[in-house]
């Protein structure tokens, strides 16, 4: 008789907040604890660039919160999956002013992803998915090695922008503009 392995318990993305930090990096995928890849140096920057351009943008305008370091955005429920955006974007209407507020917040309406060379392609767009799915309004990717952002929506069609353009946010920030190329350098 052969052993029958028992498959692992599935978490709940409060199970997985709630867990000690073991200092890996982590995200839950449908219940399960999956390790990300360590993160280089020029992809921090990278993400560094993007926080900071956005941070500024949103402060003088006044229009919410931008979060970094892997918060937890739920995209999934049962099973559960909790993904860890490089920044993500929350206007006042979604979490408005005040105590900010524990646990999950709602979906932002802005998702940043880095692409870590080490990541393929069907991982981040899987990803892409499933933030626009749980509500997220527009998913920006930046991939370092060809110096461009990817802008994904359910609202337009996929849109590209190389080191030579701006990089526009017309649904989000109507006057919004930054050369790409600042993003990277």
Known sequence: MSAVATPPKLLTAEEYAALPDD???TELVKGVIVEMPSPESDRGFVCGNLAITLGNYVRQHD????????????T??????????????????????GPRPRGYWPAPELVVEVRSPSERTSRVMAKV???????????????????TVMAY?????????????????????????????????
Do not use: C, H, M
């Open 129 to 147: 998915s499933e933030y626009l799915a749980a509500g997220v309004r527009v998913v920006l990717v930046a991939w370092p090695e060809q110096t």
């Open 153 to 185: 929506s359910k609202e337009f069609f996929n849109r590209s922008f190389g080191a030579g353009e701006d990089l526009t946010l017309p649904e989000l920030f109507p006057d919004f503009r930054v050369p790409v190329r600042s993003l990277f350098e």
């Open 63 to 74: 229009l919410g919160r931008i979060v970094t370091n892997d918060a937890g955005v739920v």
């Open 23 to 25: 200092g890996r990096i």
């Open 76 to 97: 999934e429920r049962g099973p559960d999956t909790t993904r860890g955006p490089d920044v993500a974007f929350y206007s006042f209407e979604r979490v408005p002013r």
